[in-house]
Structure formats: structure tokens, C-alpha cells
């Protein structure tokens, strides 16, 4: 049993002395955080998580099966601090320490008014000392001389903090003291230390009045507790064990309407509040209304996310048909494919970092490069040598031909399927009329670089040309990157001398003055984007 439930199979006393609730872990497991042991229906359990949202939450299946969970309490965070869902009350001596329990004893003396408040507060620092060594008899010694007096002091029976600790000892928790339980003077403890502390630390006296409702469901008081729970509501609206206790309560008296919607709301608060209560025994009563009310919430979570991952998704469409597989993509597929069949947990933390995954997967689009292949032809004139048949005493002869090739023209978009000014390509042929454009030269706006293989990281200048073998069309390899409106210039050195080019580019063309050093020759080349 990891919930006591009032009324079942064991007192409260034989919970706490069982420690059922507990997991059986190795003694490594023991010694880094105290682990809470519950049993989850599956049917219930695969509504709420799957077991990658579990492992996410430090749940973990133990063996016999993914119907029993484990989680530890000081793995998640900050969370036991706050009293959230990975708080329970077998390990309830952590009010003792939590708040201004643990002011030091400096800001104790300093608050103090009287000598009789700064005796009374020695003694409670020489209380929380034994409390921390499980000195818990020599612990109540010390706070009833807080309280009471000795025979140096009065004692100060206004101070929260003394009744916050004794009222704890008197709760009980795992490995207490059990001859110190009391349930009616903890719930009396508790509900002074709320009353003491409420105009000055509400924090605690809605901890406090909490405390005081536990005390009292322990002891069958359902009007009480329910009463106690909502008066820490009253004081900490926010507070989700307390939403979380008063459900319980109302499951326990049979109030499965009102009980459902307050469950709602600790969920709303931290979604672990649905696995607890697929493990509280209160709850486990009605598991058929339970499950629905889960699988209610789990739609209506899904469903408000929808139209937002549709519209992102469609808008991408373009980058998700060329690209399905990219990580930034995978999140908002994944949901779509899940189809109202991904679980509550899952959903709920996909919700919660869903304007982040649509703007992660917005900026991946924008800075995606999805190459597209265009055929088209190309008329290229080179000079051509035609030498006379065998036998044949005619000199040879060079004219220009035409040929017609066909070239794959190389263009680029984004995942939005905006066009990348994917800008000027061109081949320097020796003996052409023009550059024609390849998949040589490759000029980009905003210094972006790219070439028909593989995309450079570091931008460079036009290099490393060679001669062909079979031609006198001059083909290699290189880069000049450009901004958009500026004017450029560089050389191209092959084998057969340098030719220097000048030019400017705006949005649609580019336009090259070249000159060549070693004859003289000159002239001027226009491209235009595609």
C-alpha cells in the first residue's frame, strides 16, 4: 500500500510501522533518495503515461511489471520543497526542516523581543539538532521547554515553529518514534502552529493546516479534514497537495463529482498529481470514473494543441516532405501521428513547450537547404580541330561547332519553400563566347556558400583550376562569396593566363566585366538568378 486509506486493511500505525509504501531497492538505491513504492492499474496507467514520460519524471517500473512505479523523492528537484506531487506523508518529518522551520538560529534571536522568546528559541535549536540526529524523546524535551519553561524561563507558547515539531513527531512518519504518535494532539499541534504562524508566514500555516487535515482523515474526521484542507486553499490557493488532499477527501465520503475537478486542478498544477492518484487507494475505488475523467483530460489537452502543430506542420510542409526525419521536425510529427492516442503526461508536456518546439522547428525551416535538381540545355560553341582522313595530305583544320549539353541546374530552398537567391553559377571556357552556367562557380547573398556537393564553411576565394584532358575548356573548383547589392571583383588563373573580373549583382542579375591580362581582350558577361 503506498497511500494510507482510511478504513482499509491497516491501521495507521501498522502503515507507518509496515512501510509498505517504501520501495524494495538496493541498498545504493536506499542510500541516494528514499523512493516511494505505489501499484497502478495498467489500463489506468497507460492513459496517463507512456514510459518514456515516466523515465523523464525519475519513475521508474519496478519488477513485476509497469504496474508498479517508484519514484524518488529528493531525485525531482526542488519539488518536495514545494509540497508538490513527489510529497508523501510517510516521510512527513520533512516539515520539521521546510520553510522558516530551518531560519537559523541568528534570525531567530534577531526576531526575538524578550529574553524569554531568545531562551525559548535556544531551546528549539537544541530541539532541531536532536530532531536531526532521531533524537526525537530528547526533541519533544526541548520544545516543551520552549513552550513551557523551565526553571530559568516562562517559556513562549505563541512561537509557530515549537507546535510545528512536536505536532510532526506526534503525525508520525517512517522510522519515527511510534510511542511519540498521536493523531488528535497532531492535529490539535498542527492547527496552533497555523493559527501562530498565519499572519506572518502564510506559506506555513497553509502547510500547517494541511498537516492538520492529514492528522485528521488518519483519524476517519472527514468533516474536519476537509475543512482543514480548505483552509490551507483559503491561505495558499496554488498549493496543489492540498487540491490533491481535498479530491481525497471527497473520494473517501463517496463525492466522486466534486472530487474529479479538484484532482483537475492539482494536475493543472504538476501533472504527476494523476499518476498519485492512479495509486491512492481512495481513488482506486472509482477507477472507472477516474479513468475517464484522465481520458477526458487527456483529449481536451490533445485537441487544444492540435489545430496549433497542424498549422505549423502545414506550414512546413515542403521541408516535412523532403526532410521527414529532422530532428526539429520529429516533435511535431510524433504528435500528429499519435493521433488522441498519446498519453495524458505526454501531452501535457508537450503543451507546455509547444510555442518553443513550433519556433525551434520555425528557425530550423529558415536555415534549411533542400536542394532540387532542374535539367535544361545548354548551346556551347567551342573551336574544334578536324584533322584530314589517313592518307589524306591536307593540313588540319580548327573551326567553331555548336553542341547542345544538357546541364542539371542545382536549386535551393528553404524548409518554407522560399528560394535561396541560390545566385550566378558559371564555367570559364577558354575559347566560349560566354561563362555558362555549372556547377563551378557559385555566388550566394548574406555570404551564404554552397556548392553542388557539399556545402563550404569557410567562404574562398576563386582557386585550384586545371586543365582538362580532352578539351581546352578550363574546369576546377571554387567559391566567391558576395553580398547582395555590392559591387566584386577577382581573377581566375588557369594555364593560359589570368583573366580579372568586375562586376555588380542586385536581386535578379549579375553582371562581369572581364579583361584579360595577357591579350589584352575584353568584354562583358551577363547571368541572371534562377
Not at 525519475?58 to 513527489?86: H, K, M, P, Y
Not at 507546455?352 to 518546439?357: A, E, I
Request: aromatic share 10%.
Amino acid at each position: 500500500m503506498s497511500y494510507f486509506v482510511h478504513g482499509g486493511t491497516m491501521t495507521y500505525r501498522d502503515y507507518l510501522t509496515a512501510k509498505s509504501f517504501v520501495a524494495d531497492l538496493g541498498a545504493a538505491d536506499r542510500s541516494s533518495a528514499q523512493r516511494v513504492a505505489m501499484e497502478v492499474s495498467r489500463s489506468t496507467r497507460e492513459i496517463i503515461a507512456s514510459n518514456e514520460a515516466l523515465a523523464s519524471a525519475n519513475i521508474r517500473a519496478l519488477e513485476g511489471g509497469f504496474d508498479q512505479l517508484s519514484f524518488g523523492l529528493t531525485e525531482i528537484g526542488a519539488g518536495v520543497d514545494r509540497l508538490n506531487a513527489t510529497f508523501h506523508w510517510g516521510f512527513a518529518q520533512m516539515l520539521g526542516v521546510m520553510g522558516h522551520m530551518a531560519d537559523s538560529i541568528e534570525e531567530l534571536v534577531r526576531i526575538a523581543k524578550t529574553p524569554v522568546q531568545t531562551a525559548a528559541f535556544n531551546h528549539f535549536d537544541i530541539a532541531r539538532d536532536a530532531y536531526r540526529q532521531a533524537l526525537y524523546q530528547e526533541c519533544i524535551e526541548e520544545l516543551r521547554k520552549a513552550i513551557d519553561g523551565d526553571h530559568v524561563s516562562s517559556g513562549y507558547r505563541l512561537e509557530w515553529r515549537f507546535h510545528q515539531m512536536i505536532a510532526t513527531l506526534q503525525l508520525g512518519f517512517a522510522d519515527c518514534d511510534m510511542a511519540l504518535v498521536d493523531l488528535p494532539e497532531a492535529e490539535r499541534s498542527f492547527l496552533s502552529a497555523a493559527r501562530y504562524s498565519r499572519a506572518d508566514y502564510p506559506d506555513d500555516a497553509g502547510r500547517a493546516y494541511l498537516a492538520a487535515g492529514w492528522a485528521a482523515y488518519c483519524q476517519g474526521k472527514m468533516s474536519e479534514a476537509l475543512s482543514h484542507t480548505e483552509e490551507a486553499l483559503a491561505i495558499c490557493p496554488t498549493l496543489g497537495e492540498a487540491l490533491f488532499q481535498q479530491a481525497k477527501v471527497l473520494m473517501a465520503t463517496g463525492d466522486v463529482s466534486g472530487a474529479l475537478p479538484a484532482l483537475g486542478k492539482a494536475i493543472d498544477l504538476d501533472r504527476l498529481y494523476a499518476i498519485k492518484a492512479a495509486g491512492d487507494g481512495d481513488f482506486q475505488k472509482y477507477e472507472e470514473p477516474l479513468r475517464d475523467f484522465l481520458e477526458a483530460m487527456r483529449l481536451e489537452s490533445y485537441r487544444r494543441c492540435l489545430p496549433s502543430v497542424q498549422t505549423a506542420v502545414d506550414e512546413l510542409d515542403f521541408w516535412v516532405t523532403h526532410e521527414p526525419d529532422n530532428e526539429s521536425l520529429r516533435p511535431l510529427l510524433k504528435f500528429l501521428s499519435a493521433e488522441d492516442s498519446m498519453p495524458l503526461l505526454d501531452v501535457l508536456s508537450f503543451a507546455d513547450s509547444l510555442d518553443g518546439t513550433v519556433a525551434a522547428a520555425r528557425a530550423g525551416a529558415a536555415n534549411a537547404h533542400i536542394q532540387v535538381s532542374k535539367t535544361r540545355s545548354v548551346t556551347v560553341r567551342e573551336r574544334v580541330e578536324i584533322r584530314p582522313k589517313k592518307g589524306l595530305f591536307r593540313p588540319a583544320v580548327t573551326e567553331v561547332q555548336t553542341r547542345t549539353d544538357e546541364v542539371d541546374d542545382v536549386v535551393c530552398y528553404d524548409g518554407l519553400h522560399n528560394r535561396h537567391r541560390l545566385r550566378f553559377d558559371g564555367v570559364y571556357r577558354r575559347w566560349s563566347d560566354a561563362w555558362q552556367r555549372c556547377e563551378l562557380l557559385r555566388f550566394y547573398p548574406n555570404r551564404t556558400v554552397l556548392t553542388a556537393h557539399a556545402r563550404e564553411k569557410t567562404p574562398k576565394d576563386v582557386a585550384s583550376y586545371f586543365r582538362s584532358e580532352n578539351s581546352d575548356i578550363h574546369s576546377g573548383r571554387g567559391i566567391y562569396v558576395m553580398e547582395a547589392g555590392t559591387a566584386l571583383s577577382f581573377s581566375v588563373s588557369t594555364p593560359d593566363g589570368t583573366v580579372a573580373y568586375e562586376g555588380h549583382a542586385d536581386d535578379e542579375s549579375l553582371t562581369l566585366k572581364w579583361h584579360s591580362k595577357d591579350d589584352g581582350e575584353s568584354g562583358t558577361y551577363a547571368f541572371m538568378a534562377f
